[in-house]
């Protein structure tokens, strides 16, 4: 789904962050990079230090819950849409919590894995919107994924609202909500199998007689060098793999082992058993 408001049209939304950790903190910090004006942004954080140092780094005002019990209800009071970045365990309590203190109107964004639109709207008022998502943390540095799933009172024009504003940061994709636990699988924890594999190059320079440093160094860029090339429109994961890799060169071999020990297999084997969690995940919650 692609961006259908104006600047201005957005500007005049008023968001509230309830709690600003790894996920929920680089939803906020993608949509400031992208110009938003943090005079309209209200976050909430447990801790005075995490509070000082967020206010210092963003601009927008951050209520302290260690201070004010009330702080999550004072950040919704005039917000237009509202973003739950607690765990998903602590999802049911803080919509109880906030439930009286949303504006009708107000969409309700959860960015928690596995809590589903009908889990939330079970602690909310009857007919608020309510709209799941599955956002990554590269969406802090504008490359990130989302994926988003509108329950049925969300209207046309506030779920543009909702991409629009993501969509400033990273690709957005509108889901039906049963794909869920697999865009969760792939873009919300995919950053993690990234990395993952930097480690593991940079572990293999070493063996190869590298300095950690350099290797860690070299894995690093070329991780990163490699997405960045990804995120070029049209880019073909396969097309690119098959340009650096020359017929009897040194790369089509270790990628011939890559095969030989079923790669792909193995993420896809990881893949689905992120999948297969989340779907837990919600057992236990529901």
Request: glycine share 10%; charged share 15%.
């Amino acid at each position: 789904m692609t961006s259908v408001l104006s600047t201005s049209a957005l500007a005049a939304n008023k968001l509230a962050f309830l709690g600003t950790g790894s996920m929920n903190g680089a939803v906020l910090r993608g949509i400031i990079a992208t110009g938003y004006d943090p005079a309209a942004i209200v976050a909430t954080l447990r801790s005075d230090a995490k509070a000082q140092a967020l206010r210092a780094e963003t601009g927008v005002t951050v209520l302290i819950g260690a201070q004010d019990p009330q702080s999550n209800a004072k950040a919704v009071k005039d917000a237009d849409i509202v973003f739950l970045g607690v765990k998903p365990v602590g999802i049911a309590a803080l919509c109880d919590e906030i439930r009286d203190a949303l504006k009708p109107t107000a969409v309700v964004v959860s960015v928690a894995a596995a809590i589903t639109i009908d889990m939330i709207a079970a602690h909310l008022s009857p007919g608020q919107p309510v709209v799941r998502s599955m956002p990554n943390t590269p969406l802090q540095v504008g490359l990130g994924a989302v994926g988003l799933s509108a329950g049925p009172t969300v209207s046309e024009a506030a779920l543009a609202t909702v991409v629009d504003l993501f969509a400033g940061s990273g690709v957005v994709h509108v889901v039906p909500e049963s794909q869920q636990d697999a865009v969760s699988a792939i873009s919300g924890s995919g950053p993690a199998y990234a990395f993952y594999l930097a480690e593991a190059m940079a572990a293999a320079g070493v063996k190869l007689g590298l300095d950690p440093a350099l290797a860690t160094d070299l894995a690093r860029a070329t991780v990163a060098g490699a997405g960045k090339m990804l995120a070029e429109p049209q880019a073909d994961p396969s097309a690119l793999r098959q340009g650096v890799s020359s017929p009897n060169g040194t790369t089509v071999q270790a990628l011939a082992v890559f095969e030989a020990e079923d790669l792909p297999g193995i993420v896809a084997r990881g893949a689905a058993a992120a999948a297969a969690r989340a779907a837990e995940i919600t057992g236990e919650l529901a």
